[in-house]
């Protein structure tokens, strides 16, 4: 069954530095997404993607954070100068094969990507 | 975006005990999205509710969707420690998920 793919696992950064999660969305879905968890709360949106621009983003999703798609395949989410309040979990997702209005559909969480920041 | 709330927070119950969870809005939602995140794991999709007094079921799984579209509920009949893990409800708010904070079921055998 596909599934989406994240790297790396687990990131330790420290605080200021620039870190960029790795996802690669299932192979045909033309939605992309990123949410964060701190410990123990709730899942935050953070930003989605289609055609090749940000479709929505959220309040969270400051000048410090960036999304791309540089090939076909990779969607990565790039933080400039990392704050102590970035660590959380990340976790991409991604959904739709259809143009209109797939973003409507389940979305396909990956695994995550622990960021602590210190 | 639209808040849900859900409730309750946590939920303890016994192997064989049923369970429910609810998730309310102000305001009428477009859809209501149900998810699973196993402890240490990712959301795993489980549903979605659109039409008003919607009823779906999954096995031991019931899901409710409000007649008004204000509110949703999920029940677990004789609950199993596979259950064990956090249910949210989440609303789609143009492409974004909203989700609420979940409830975190723990089941003893």
């Known amino acids: 069954e596909p599934e989406v793919t994240q790297t790396p696992s687990h990131q330790v950064t420290q605080m200021g530095q620039e870190v960029i999660l790795r996802c690669v969305p299932i192979s045909n879905h033309l939605y992309f997404y990123w949410y964060r968890q701190i410990l123990g709360q709730k899942v935050e949106f953070l930003v989605s993607f289609y055609n090749n621009e940000i479709s929505e983003k959220s309040e969270i999703f400051d000048d410090q954070f960036s999304v791309e798609r540089p090939d076909g395949s990779n969607f990565t989410l790039k933080i400039r100068s990392t704050k102590l309040e970035d660590s959380a979990m990340y976790f991409c997702?991604?959904?739709?094969?259809?143009?209109?209005?797939?973003?409507?559909?389940?979305?396909?969480f990956g695994p995550g990507t622990r960021l602590t920041v210190l | 975006g639209q808040q849900v709330m859900q409730i309750p927070q946590y939920q303890h119950v016994q192997e064989g005990e049923d369970f429910t969870t609810y998730c309310n809005s102000s305001?009428?939602?477009?859809?209501i999205q149900w998810y699973k995140q196993r402890p240490g794991g990712h959301p795993v999709f489980l549903i979605q509710?659109?039409?008003?007094?919607e009823v779906k079921k999954q096995k031991r799984l019931t899901f409710q969707f409000g007649e008004a579209k204000k509110n949703s509920s999920l029940h677990i009949t004789a609950t199993q420690t596979t259950d064990v893990g956090t249910y949210f409800c989440a609303n789609q708010a143009g492409t974004a998920l909203i989700f609420g904070k979940g409830t975190t079921l723990s089941v003893s055998s």
């Open positions: 997702a991604s959904s739709g094969i259809l143009e209109t209005a797939g973003y409507e559909d389940e979305q396909f």
């Open positions: 305001t009428t939602l477009s859809n």
């Open positions: 509710l659109v039409k008003s007094g």
